[in-house]
């Protein structure tokens, strides 16, 4: 039976970007079953930002992940994955920094209701957004980002990466991550970054 991963995502992230991608490959050469869970940067800094109601720039921002929630709630957590990386792609890869714009075109194309972006614009979902978000919190801590791997019973920040590793690489990457979590005192291994993701 394929091992469980949970990855906690906030779309705008270029570092959850370049995990996300990790854990793919990794899904390609381990026995592993990705689940995808909604992460919100505004809800984690909004003691330091202005609301969303507030300051419009704020708000666009929050409509990937809102967007990545109305699309769980209405299409279910299979179609969450589809979803952030027709959005990542959009703001990643193409560089479209229209979050609303970026949402749209990800909607579309994975065939989501054109109504789930008028959600996004709201806070009408923000308390399942904020249930996800404190559920992947919970498991790391309060002084953390985003993402969240949790695997075998423990949860990281991380890991923070800024290329992408592939195939067998990916793996055993994958299989140090994995050696760590089973020690179970085992907390944090960091260094300074020295390049910002190369997204390509």
């Known amino acids: ?15 959850a970007w370049a995990t996300s991608r990790w854990i793919l490959e990794v899904e390609k050469v381990r026995d ?30 929050w409509i990937p992940a809102r967007a990545s929630t109305a699309v769980e709630l209405a299409h279910g957590e299979e179609k969450v994955g589809e979803f952030y990386t027709a959005v990542g792609t959009e703001i990643h ?20 209701d054109s109504s789930l972006l008028e959600q996004a614009k709201t806070d009408t979902n923000d308390e399942r957004m904020r249930a996800s978000h404190h559920e992947g919190i919970s498991r790391v801590g309060q002084d953390v ?4 791997v ?24 994958f299989d140090g991550a994995v ?15 020295t390049e910002s993701p190369q997204l390509g």
């Open 1 to 15: 039976m394929a091992e469980r991963v949970d990855f906690w995502f906030d779309p705008l992230c270029p570092f």
């Open 32 to 61: 592993i079953e990705v689940h995808w869970n909604v992460m919100s940067l505004g809800v984690l800094n909004e003691d330091k930002n202005p609301s969303p109601a507030e300051d419009a720039e704020q708000l666009a921002r």
């Open 93 to 112: 890869h193409r560089g479209n920094r229209d979050f609303e714009a970026a949402a749209a075109q990800a909607l579309e194309s994975i065939g989501a």
């Open 145 to 148: 980002g985003t993402p969240v």
């Open 150 to 173: 949790a695997f075998k019973g423990t949860a990281f920040f991380g890991p923070v990466i800024t290329r992408v590793p592939e195939g067998e690489e990916a793996g055993k990457v």
């Open 179 to 193: 050696a760590l979590a089973e020690y179970p005192y085992f907390f944090e291994l960091k260094r300074s970054r």
